[in-house]
């Protein structure tokens, strides 16, 4: 598929989705989306798309397939329901808690957010796209109110539509173009949502080329991932904790939070820093590939062209050492929660 083909059909969909989801309930949603689940894993290129990037990993089984595209049907589900949501005048917030409540429950675990947020730095929380992650984030901003930071998208529909679904839910975000500085850039608003306590979410798991992004060790490769929240974490000394998810037994998916990761500064020269902020990224990467072993059909990107680049071998984007280190995880990161 073109990248101009791929583009339309995202510009498309999106249009007809912001048309078209006020007028759709639950039931239609349901129909809808029961459809991407049961056609998804027999269209013959998306599905064999999928299939072939989750055997790079080794991480593909039929089971795991078919999983897959429920969980992304149940994510479009959450968007749709999101835009019908924000058409309504007086209860879409409401409507969209009640929504996300019965699809998403927190873990124990997630006591531990408000425990790092106490000590008055700000929190940031990172995880992978999880599937259903705008309901995801509407359950947790319910209980725990989060900042969350969108890359900037220069297509208008998709920016209306992102602005619609966060308003909805309730969640703060912050999206600002790359070239915008100062204090009401990017780095500035979210430095400045720290700095008020905010817990600030942040999801680095997109392959960078090695130019712009922290070298990890990811199952047998080396690969590079935006180091944005490990900097800021460094910088402020806001505790890092991360955010999973797994498979509830009464179907829902069941949020969970690691940490928290401080990543020490030994020195305080320009290579300490960046020390600290590899290491941090690396304790990022080891609980990522441990969430795609443990919950891989949870996984949202497993089509995303960067991604698949990466597990296809593209030497732009990921090494794979004839003598393969291992996790290069710190001995500071290794005693982490």
């Not at 675990?109 to 995880?127: D, K, T």
């Not at 392959?207 to 690969?223: T, Y």
């Not at 290579?271 to 600290?276: I, Q, S």
Request: glycine share 8%; hydrophobic share 45%; aromatic share 8%.
């Amino acid at each position: 598929m073109t990248r101009a083909l791929r583009r339309w059909i995202t510009r498309q969909s999106t249009a007809a989705a912001l048309r078209f989801a006020p007028y759709l309930g639950p039931r239609s949603t349901h129909r809808l989306t029961a459809l991407i689940a049961q056609l998804g894993p027999h269209l013959p290129v998306l599905g064999a798309h999928i299939a072939r990037n989750m055997r790079a990993l080794d991480l593909y089984t039929p089971p795991v397939h078919r999983e897959y595209f429920r969980q992304l049907a149940g994510h479009f589900a959450g968007a749709l329901q999101a835009l019908h949501c924000a058409a309504l005048p007086t209860r879409g917030t409401t409507a969209l808690a009640a929504f996300a409540a019965e699809r998403v429950a927190l873990d124990a675990s997630v006591e531990r957010l408000p425990a790092a947020a106490a000590r008055g730095r700000g929190v940031i929380l990172v995880g992978p796209h999880i599937a259903n992650y705008l309901l995801n984030l509407t359950h947790l901003n319910a209980w725990h109110p989060l900042t969350i930071y969108l890359r900037h998208s220069r297509d208008s529909q998709r920016l209306a539509a992102k602005a619609r679904w966060y308003a909805t839910s309730g969640v703060q975000w912050i999206s600002e173009p790359a070239d915008a500085g100062g204090a009401l850039g990017r780095l500035g608003r979210m430095s400045a949502a720290l700095a008020a306590g905010r817990t600030l979410f942040i999801t680095p798991d997109l392959p960078q080329k090695p130019a712009d992004g922290e070298p990890v060790s990811f199952f047998d490769r080396r690969i590079y991932l935006p180091g944005g929240a490990a900097l800021l974490a460094v910088r402020s000394g806001a505790p890092l904790l991360m955010l999973t998810a797994r498979r509830g037994d009464d179907g829902r998916q069941l949020l969970c939070i690691d940490g928290p990761f401080s990543a020490p500064v030994d020195g305080r020269d320009r290579a300490a820093r960046r020390a600290a902020v590899t290491a941090a990224m690396q304790w990022f990467a080891d609980r990522f590939a441990n969430f795609l072993r443990a919950e891989p059909a949870l996984w949202y990107l497993w089509g995303d062209k960067r991604w698949t680049r990466v597990l296809r071998g593209d030497a732009r984007y990921a090494e794979q050492p004839a003598a393969h280190p291992g996790s290069f995880e710190s001995p500071a990161s290794a005693g982490s929660a």
